[in-house]
T-cell receptor, first 115, second 112 residues
Framework: NAGVTQTPKFQVLKTGQSMTLQCAQD?????MYWYRQDPGMGLRLIYY???????DKGEVPNGYNVSRLNKREFSLRLESAAPSQTSVYFC??????????????FGPGTRLTVL | GDSVTQMEGPVTLSEEACLTI???????????LFWYVQYPGEGLQLLLK?????DKGSNKGFEATYRKETTSFHLEKGSVQVSDSAVYFC???????????FGQGTTLQVKP
């Protein structure tokens, strides 16, 4: 039982390049999330998926797109990377669809640098 | 909107000292409250949670009580260890949106 896995762990991009961050969970959870973590700002929600086939914007969605490929996988795409997207990205999942008491389970993160 | 405020760090303590990390929140309705911990180089993991007023969450010697009257959820531990060195995040789940809202995090460093 691996929990939430993310690839890659590290990535360096040049401004304007594109890339996809991959996330998978093996806990049969319905909801999945993408966050970014910046110094002094905690974690901010980029996009989430309450169930397979649905996605919604979070607090900071500009410059990103997502795909809920199936129940296990939720990818985050940067179409044209900008230095402001330099951050640590975390994927998370939870059992229910936005339940108030749900615990979210986090992956190990992807550290992205955009030059 | 809903928000979480944590005491600024870093907090530096000697081993076996007492720890308190303050957390206050602003929310409509009845949020659930969480403490997550992030060890160096790792993702966040749940430390403890409380889902209603006066509930006490506890785990690994850490405790926090959901205080609705003071809108607080302070994290406490009686005797910290070097292995407790990490970043601690207070968070709430908005009762309106169901989304997790984080404080900015507090870095704890425990010295031998």
């Amino acid at each position: 039982n691996a929990g939430v896995t993310q690839t890659p762990k590290f990535q360096v991009l040049k401004t304007g390049q594109s890339m996809t961050l991959q996330c998978a969970q093996d806990m049969n959870h319905n909801s999945m999330y993408w966050y970014r973590q910046d110094p002094g700002m905690g974690l901010r929600l980029i996009y989430y998926s309450a169930s397979e086939g649905t996605t919604d914007k979070g607090e900071v969605p500009n410059g990103y797109n997502v795909s809920r490929l199936n129940k296990r996988e939720f990818s985050l795409r940067l179409e044209s990377a900008a230095p402001s997207q330099t951050s640590v990205y975390f994927c998370a999942s939870s059992e229910a669809s936005g339940g108030r008491t749900d615990t979210q389970y986090f992956g190990p993160g992807t550290r992205l640098t955009v030059l | 909107g809903d928000s979480v405020t944590q005491m600024e760090g870093p907090v530096t303590l000697s081993e076996e000292a007492c720890l308190t990390i303050n957390c206050t929140y602003t929310a409509t309705g009845y949020p659930s409250l969480f403490w997550y911990v992030q060890y160096p180089g790792e993702g966040l993991q749940l430390l403890l949670k409380a889902t209603k007023a006066d509930d006490k969450g506890s785990n690994k010697g850490f405790e926090a009580t959901y205080r609705k009257e003071t809108t607080s959820f302070h994290l406490e531990k009686g005797s910290v260890q070097v292995s407790d060195s990490a970043v601690y995040f207070c968070a709430l789940t908005s009762s309106n949106t169901g989304k997790l809202i984080f404080g900015q995090g507090t870095t704890l460093q425990v010295k031998p």
